[in-house]
């Protein structure tokens, strides 16, 4: 039986430096931190470089882990892998998941989600995980997003990032376009949208496009789509948060889709 | 024009307290930060106690405070007084605003969200923030829930905490028994549950029951209610969020109600 790592070890050293944004890009690595993240990240072939967990996880989630090689490290050094306040006690070195975004687009033929500039992490993640749920084919992440890669929001997507395609696109406007261009109709989650939800016919092949958090999507942007539709607001709410927005119009984009 | 009063004030220090749980019980006080939270809580009457703003604020939110007596302070004063990071300059000492939960139940003849158990100060304050947005009637806050007034869960309720009726009741099967005895249909949110959401009926009185956003609803208080609902996941996630779930309820609620 080898002895955990400790903290201080160079290969624990060089993996908690993933946890920078500048480390990530440079060495197009992240970590997928607990059971759920790495039961995800192992379904992908090729995706893990290396498990971390300590003698007490690799027991505990024997299944998960039956086959796999994992390298034992100790409970401090857990600690530094983690960012969560209770370690699971299991961590993955992956390498992105992130496809192209004609290739997701392509393989998108139903419900597609676009978000352009969403800011938080948990946000993003929530969205991820939301469209999963929600049987989407894929997301892409537009304009000046959060890095998807980052602990809060790999978390906050509980495997998600790992289960539909993924797409990073600088220029939302020509995530719209190409999801056009593939025969889905481009639908913009807007406040002030000329449609109501309720009334929306969502039938067809549709790509939510969704803002950011705070300023919601610029008018050129939402202009582009190819119509705007607004959750009708029942009580005296201004409007709902981005992840339960954008629950609401995913799941019935579902149930249209559905029925 | 007053001297803006200072950080060591003993105003604005007693103030300060009421970001304590204990004080807050105590003296039947809590902090609104914002000027979404002052607007809800001066729409309450009887419920703002004192206006804190520093003199920019003052100016740019002058509409909301007209005819408002306002305390002024100084930026360092205001920071001390706001747990935001970006302190938008004004906060509003205010009195409770829950309910008794027969007196709520009984304004909630058509649509009430109960959250059991609800740990997230942000959660609980987003799901005040959508069940007012999808035109509940009410909101309960029952078992161990986090408290609604702590500045988290006020923040994440964007004013809707000062739209609809809240009550805080310890007992989540009394909450269930109020509202079945009122004749609403209790509809657990439940994985695990008998009903696909998308089959459910929901055209009559409903109340929605929610668990915890890590263990969900116990057994026997899912038991309790009329029917076990299950959101359909469609692609690969185990579940959603506590938040996007009660969306993705209440709005498939306020949907049948209005057709």
């Not at 990530?24 to 931190?33: H, I, M």
């Not at 039961?39 to 505990?60: D, K, M, P, W, Y």
């Not at 989630?61 to 969560?84: I, K, P, Q, Y």
Request: charge should be negative; charged fraction near 20%.
């Amino acid at each position: 039986m080898s002895t955990p790592l400790a903290v201080g070890n160079s290969r624990v050293k060089e993996a908690r430096k993933l946890s920078r944004r500048s480390v990530r890009t440079e060495r197009r690595l992240f970590l997928a931190d607990g059971p759920k993240a790495v039961e995800g990240a192992l379904s992908v072939a090729g995706c893990v470089v290396e498990v971390f967990a300590t003698a007490q996880a690799r027991e505990q989630h024997a299944a998960l882990l039956a086959g796999v090689e994992v390298t034992l490290v100790d409970d401090r050094a857990m600690d530094s892998l983690s960012d969560s306040v209770s370690p699971a006690g299991v961590v993955a070195v992956c390498r992105p998941v992130d496809a192209p975004l004609e290739r997701v687009v392509e393989a998108a033929p139903r419900l597609l989600a676009i978000c352009a500039d969403v800011r938080d992490p948990g946000n993003a993640g929530t969205v991820i995980r939301t469209a999963d749920a929600a049987g989407a084919d894929g997301v892409v992440l537009a304009g000046q997003s959060v890095d998807p890669y980052n602990a809060k929001t790999v978390r906050a997507t509980v495997g998600s990032l790992f289960h539909l395609p993924l797409a990073l696109e600088p220029d939302p406007v020509a995530a719209v376009r190409a999801a056009q261009h593939r025969g889905l109709t481009v639908l913009a989650a807007d406040g002030a949208g000329e449609v109501d939800l309720f009334d929306a016919d969502l039938t067809g092949p549709t790509a939510w496009l969704f803002g950011n958090e705070a300023w919601g999507l610029p008018d050129e942007l939402a202009a582009v789509a190819d119509h705007r539709v607004a959750i009708p607001i029942l009580g005296r709410a201004e409007s709902l948060n981005l992840s339960t927005a954008a629950a609401v119009c995913l799941y019935a984009s579902a149930r249209a889709q559905r029925s």
